[in-house]
């Protein structure tokens, strides 16, 4: 864990070399307060700011990644209030959704509600054995707000999704890992330093090819296969022309590691 800066913002801010790390650190249980979600739209702009390959959303908490929405906070709104900030926690969720960036969520310990929405925002979940993972919405006479009955069905589909969202119950880790709500099991207090090895190596590869990647893999799931095989074939031949084939070719050629471009137009060795 790192050290606790004297600052203590409610989220650190750990730019790294060609990824950034968002380290959620709001006690008791970091719960999604505004200025957790101000902390996260910080360190989504430092993402875009830097052209970074990857974010990795983590706890400085031990036993929670976040527990959810800020119910304290909740009490104190009216309709309206109750609107903005629901519409606050959307909209961020779907930039990090959205970001060129992969964003990977290290979760060791609790994510539940909202703080597990947030993890189903990224492109990735690395959980380890002590995770445990629920929308306990329906316990309050609310249900998951910020994506969660969307993204959650598309991730283990509709049978198992319902019984998630209609018991609230906690999913322990490898019954997530093997329904698919989390992508890679790992040892207890394993989960960011997956993360952080996962996030080095994207931080060596091209980021044209991470993009096309994920477009592939889009079109996969809303396209029949035909026209998402024309989607591959397109986003392939981009690469070659415009893409950086020419360096991995060189380079797997010259058995060396390939060097891409950064943001900057400077290199970072793939080795």
């Known amino acids: 864990m790192a050290a606790e800066p004297a600052s203590r913002p409610a989220v650190w801010i750990e730019p790294a070399d060609g990824y950034v790390v968002a380290r959620l650190a709001h006690p008791p249980a970091n719960p999604l307060s505004p200025v957790v979600l101000d902390g996260l739209a910080e360190a989504a702009q430092a993402v875009e700011d830097l052209g970074a390959r990857a974010l990795v959303i983590t706890s400085a908490l031990d ?79 609310l249900i998951p707000g910020a994506g969660g009955t969307q993204r959650l069905p598309r991730l283990i589909g509709r049978s198992r999704a319902l019984e998630v969202l209609l018991t609230g119950r906690q999913v322990p880790a490898p019954e997530a890992h093997a329904i698919g709500m989390i992508d890679r099991l790992v040892p207890a207090g394993t989960a960011e330093q997956v993360a952080l090895e996962i996030a080095v190596q994207l931080a060596r590869s091209s980021a044209p090819a991470l993009a ?44 060396r590691p390939p060097v891409f471009r950064t943001a900057g137009g400077t290199g970072i060795a793939n080795g």
């Open 63 to 141: 036993g929670f990644f976040a527990a959810g929405a800020d119910i304290k906070h909740m009490r104190t709104l009216d309709a309206d209030g109750f609107a903005v900030y629901g519409t606050q926690m959307r909209q961020l969720f779907q930039r990090i959704t959205e970001l060129e960036a992969i964003s990977i969520a290290a979760i060791d310990g609790l994510a539940l509600g909202g703080g597990l929405e947030l993890a189903f925002a990224c492109t990735l979940r690395i959980g380890s054995d002590a995770a445990r993972l629920g929308l306990p919405e329906v316990h309050l006479g």
């Open 212 to 255: 096309a990647i994920r477009r592939c893999v889009e079109s996969a799931l809303t396209e029949e296969l035909e026209p998402g095989i024309a989607v591959e074939a397109a986003e392939e031949q981009a690469l070659f022309v415009d893409g950086e084939a020419s360096e991995g070719f060189a380079a797997f050629l010259e058995r």
